[in-house]
């Protein structure tokens, strides 16, 4: 047998609690005890539980306000458990505090106090809180954080600062931006302290509010403003200048304008001062030629500017004529305005290009400047839709003229095409229609009979039926292949058509130069003449398959199927009867039948679809009866002609929807010079689509 290992020592000794005594009020008071966790009667205890709701041994002695806040095991094998008891920490704030000072001043001191408190009843105080010992000082922090000792599982550290408000006053000197030498008094203060009042001399006061607790509060002041002047020599007619500068109190008045006098200003800066600027001046003219800006552009002319009384009067009418581009008065303030005048020699005859950067072509032109009613001439009366006047004022136009013919030549080739998807429906095609007949037949008969004898009669009585009955029933099934719709490949095309003597446009000459531009790149050979009014269009058997076709826009109709169905019925009856007595003898026969016929028509509707001839295809189920009990059926019509469409005015054969190249839309907009911009959207139905 191996012998029982024996565990080490323990410190402290079991069944003995230490005591141990951690601040400097006697009154604070640590327990550590070991306990045998291999005793029968031993259990986990939870932290917080009171000394006097467990069972000790005899000689730990008495602690009944002790709380338990921390437990561990002390040997290898467990067999020892470590227990440390405390009480709530008494008058803390004897002892509890470090001591600086705010700038150095020892009559501003800063309390610096660090509690133990249980975590569950710990409660902040308000910030502004007098200190318990130094009243003179208030709380301006307080920070809460994890006892990371034994303790930790019931206590918290706290940790509070109370400082002297208002703390000392630390003044600074620095120069401003004006070069006045500035006294700076920086001081921490309660919380929500007022900045100095505003003055003359004070350049600035705040209060920073830095945390809850207190504020940074700083004052800066001047003897006196230092004033400041700017010489200037200014571009222009103002020549040169000079301003001063100076802070007054706000209510200081502005200078008057005078012809000398450029700007004088009272800027408020605050309730209590004023920044005040005058700026003196020596107007003079100036007179230049130079290129100027005009309608045409830059032209050569002479311009002058001078500074006049706000009363002058405006030169002359007679001086403007169509050489004048500009003369303007503008005020400047109360005293006086600036005038500008701008004369060219003459005017010049500019070239350009009008450039269209969407269609990427340009239009040549000349233009200039005229007098207003030249365009009243008559040789220019015929020439008013190449040539466009715009008047700029009174006293000249802007005349602009184009070479038409170099125009044409441009916009008849000008051929843009690029790809786009075109989203369409086309019609349902119906593939096929059947009709399924059900026969029912039923046939059956009855006999009885039954005789009576006695000793001086007999009766004998027989009767019996039959019937025999044929039904049809029917319906009909029709396979429709559904139109496609989606996206097809297309075509977007730019083009331009000169307009007519009857101004119309028609989309057969729209067809035809984008089927001349296909073939040929180009409007070369020309398009061929419009067909004669009333004349067939061509059709799309005659037209090449890769030619543009127009858009076959077909109206199809619903095809309509009758289903006749009936039944017959044949119903026969016969009977007989006999009787002998000593009296006589009688007999009697009777025979008799009836037809019971039914006849239904219903109408069945196929939706509106393409097809080719189609035979109506039947099939019959079912047994059938005699050929005289036949009833009438069948259906009606018993073949569906190809559907037709209209299609540029005649009825044509429409199977399915053709493929190749269509016209889908065009939309035709005025452009300018007697010509239409056309944008053509066409499409390719390919056979798959179909």
């Known amino acids: 047998m191996q012998p029982i290992k024996t565990t080490n020592a323990m410190n402290p000794a079991p069944a003995k ?39 000790h041994a005899p000689n730990q002695g008495s602690f009944p306000e002790h709380k338990l806040v921390f437990q561990q095991p002390t040997s290898e094998d467990g067999q020892w458990v470590k227990r ?5 920490r008494v008058n803390q704030d004897s002892y509890n505090y470090a001591i600086k000072y705010s700038a150095g001043s020892q009559e501003h001191p800063i309390y610096i106090r660090t509690y133990i408190v249980p975590r569950e009843t710990y409660a902040p105080l308000l910030d502004g809180t007098p200190d318990p010992l130094f009243p003179g000082a208030l709380l301006v922090d307080e920070e809460a954080v994890r006892n990371e000792g034994e303790l930790d599982s019931k206590y918290i550290t706290v940790t509070r600062v109370y400082e002297t408000l208002p703390g000392p006053e630390v003044p600074t000197k620095r120069y401003n931006e004006r070069g006045d030498l500035e006294t700076v008094i920086v001081q921490t203060v309660p919380p929500f302290t007022p900045p100095d009042p505003d003055g003359l001399l004070v350049t600035g006061s705040q209060v920073v509010q830095e945390e809850m607790g207190k504020g940074v509060k700083t004052t800066s002041t001047v003897p006196q403003h230092t004033p400041l002047g700017i010489s200037e020599k200014k571009a222009g007619l103002l020549g040169e200048t000079f301003t001063t500068d100076v802070i007054v109190p706000p209510n200081t008045p502005t200078d008057p304008l005078t012809l000398q006098v450029v700007s004088s200003s009272v800027e408020k800066l605050s309730a209590t001062k004023a920044r005040k600027r005058t700026t003196i001046g020596s107007p003079t003219s100036l007179s230049s030629k130079s290129l100027v800006d005009s309608p045409l552009g830059l032209v050569s002319g002479e311009v002058i500017n001078q500074i006049v009384d706000r009363t002058a009067t405006p030169t002359t009418n007679a001086t403007k004529n169509v050489t004048l581009i500009k003369e303007s008065t503008t005020p400047i303030d109360k005293a006086k305005a600036e005038r500008q005048t701008v004369n060219v020699d003459s005017w010049p005859i500019n070239i350009g290009v009008d450039s269209d950067e969407q269609l990427g072509f340009g239009v040549k032109y000349e233009e200039t400047i005229v007098n207003p009613d030249e365009f009243l001439k008559a040789q220019y009366w015929v ?21 038409r013919e170099k125009l044409a030549e441009v916009l008849l080739a000008k051929w843009i095409r690029t790809p786009v998807q075109v ?57 429709i292949q559904q139109g496609y719709s989606g996206p097809l490949k297309g075509e977007k095309h730019i083009f331009f058509i000169e307009i007519g003597k009857d101004n ?56 309509n199927l009758v289903v006749i169905t009936g039944g017959k019925a044949e119903t026969m009856n016969s009977s007989q009867s006999m009787a002998n007595s000593i009296n006589g003898f009688s007999r009697g026969n009777g025979r008799g039948s009836s037809i019971d016929v039914d006849v239904n028509a219903r109408s069945v509707n196929i939706p509106p679809t393409l097809h080719g001839q189609i035979t109506i295809e039947e099939e019959t189920f079912g047994t059938t009866g005699g050929q005289s009990l036949l009833p009438t059926y069948g259906v009606r019509p018993t073949r569906l002609d ?10 044509v054969s429409m199977p399915q929807f053709p493929t190749g190249n269509f016209l889908y839309q065009a939309d035709v907009e005025l452009y300018k010079y007697g010509f239409v911009k056309v944008t053509a959207i066409t499409v390719t139905v390919d056979p798959e689509y179909v």
């Open 504 to 559: 119309n446009v028609e989309d057969q000459e729209i067809i035809e130069t984008l089927n001349n531009f296909r073939e040929h790149g180009s409007r070369t050979p020309p398009p061929r003449p419009l067909p004669p009014p009333g004349s067939p269009p061509p059709i799309y058997a005659t037209t090449p398959a890769n030619y543009y076709k127009p858009w076959p826009y077909i109206q199809t109709r619903t095809e």
């Open 423 to 479: 989203n369409v429906t086309l019609p349902d095609k119906l593939l096929g229609v059947k009709v399924y007949w059900g026969h029912s037949y039923g046939a059956g008969q009855s006999f009885d009979s039954g005789f009576a004898v006695s000793a001086s009669n007999y009766n004998l009585s027989s009767s019996g039926s039959s019937k025999n009955s044929y039904g049809i029933n029917g319906d009909i099934y029709f396979n």
């Open 84 to 88: 440390i008891w405390v009480n709530d």
């Open 383 to 403: 020439d008013l839709d190449y040539i466009d006047y715009k008047p700029l004022d009174q006293w000249k136009s802007l005349k602009r003229s184009i070479d």
């Open 642 to 651: 190809v559907t037709k469409a209209v299609l540029d005015g005649r009825e």
């Open 17 to 55: 609690g230490i005591e141990s005594f951690p601040t400097p009020v006697i009154d604070d008071v640590v327990i550590s005890e070991v306990v045998n966790s291999w005793k029968g009667d031993y259990q986990k205890l939870e932290y917080g539980v009171l000394w006097k709701d467990v069972s």
